[in-house]
């Protein structure tokens, strides 16, 4: 299950799961299957739609169950488990387990809300004084890269 696009994208580089985007959900019947993965983005700290998953969650109490999210922060241990920490419960964190891919900034696909967000970021960051690493995320990159989705892959295949 993922937060929308990349649909075929997901579809191939991941044979032998049914994938569905997020749109879809409604006709997904996680009760067939022994391991459910949901995939999402970040947005300020928080993972995107993740509420929905919560809600799944006593259904899939017999499953492994994964959540991958992307963003743009550098794959830093501690920043990872303090976004973990801000996402998930204990208790939740007992069922799921957590991923993080590092992937960048698209400035090219944004639309609407995000682009608006982002172009209030970068004003605040064109102001500073003394840049930081962070500034960065003043124009796009990708970081994305298939080595990342390893620990995913050991998870589910193990
Ligand atoms: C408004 C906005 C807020 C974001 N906040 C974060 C963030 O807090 N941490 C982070 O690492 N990346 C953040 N990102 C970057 C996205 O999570 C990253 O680009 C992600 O790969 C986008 O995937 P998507 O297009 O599938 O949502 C943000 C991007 C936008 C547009």
Same mark, same amino acid.
């Given at each position: 299950m993922t937060a929308a696009r990349g649909k075929a994208t997901i579809k191939e580089t991941t044979p032998g799961w049914d994938c569905l985007p997020f749109e879809e959900r409604a006709r997904a019947e996680l009760s067939q299957y022994d391991r459910v993965v949901f995939g999402s983005s970040l947005r300020a700290g928080s993972i995107r739609k993740l509420s929905w998953l919560k809600k799944q969650l006593p259904g899939l109490s017999?499953? &492994?169950? %994964?959540?991958?999210?992307?963003? %743009?922060?550098?794959?830093?241990?501690?920043?990872? %488990? *303090?976004?973990?920490?801000?996402?998930?419960? &204990? %208790?939740? !964190?007992?069922?799921? *387990?957590?991923?993080? !891919?590092?992937? +960048?900034?698209?400035? +090219?696909?944004m639309a609407g809300l995000d682009k608006w967000m982002m172009s209030v970021f970068r004003k605040m960051l064109a102001s500073k004084k003394n840049p930081t690493q962070e500034d960065k995320l003043a124009a796009s990159f990708d970081k994305a890269d298939r080595k990342y989705l390893a620990p995913l892959e050991e998870y589910l295949t193990r």
């Open positions: 017999s499953k &492994r169950v %994964a959540v991958f999210f992307t963003g %743009a922060m550098g794959p830093d241990e501690k920043a990872i %488990a *303090q976004c973990v920490e801000k996402n998930f419960t &204990r %208790a939740e !964190l007992s069922q799921v *387990q957590p991923f993080y !891919l590092w992937g +960048g900034m698209n400035y +090219g696909s």
